[in-house]
């Protein structure tokens, strides 16, 4: 499967990674291996994970060690990552996003 993610979904993790290096040097290269293994999980098995929205198929993929979740959903062949959300800021937010 193709991994597509959100322009804002990136910044997102950038942004994440930026401040865990602030606080502790290396934390943030820390934060996006586990990303990276997520995101392989989750193209392995799309389908395993929790619905968040019915109407739309979204699943969200809880990350172990960090507090954020990656929404996601399957559109044909493609996986389509929408947000890289902390658990506890913002909840929703990201529900408008579209992708081009």
Do not use: C, N
């Amino acid at each position: 499967m193709k991994l597509r993610i959100h322009v804002e979904a990136v910044a997102e993790m950038d942004a994440a990674a930026a401040w865990y290096d602030h606080e502790q040097q290396g934390l943030g290269d820390e934060l996006l291996e586990e990303v990276s293994r997520a995101l392989s999980v989750i193209s392995a098995s799309p389908t395993t994970w929790p619905i968040v929205r019915r109407a739309g198929g979204l699943r969200r993929f809880l990350l172990s060690r960090f507090p954020y979740t990656i929404i996601d959903v399957e559109v044909g062949s493609d996986i389509r990552v929408f947000a890289f959300a902390h658990h506890k800021r913002r909840p929703d937010y990201w529900r408008k996003r579209r992708f081009q």
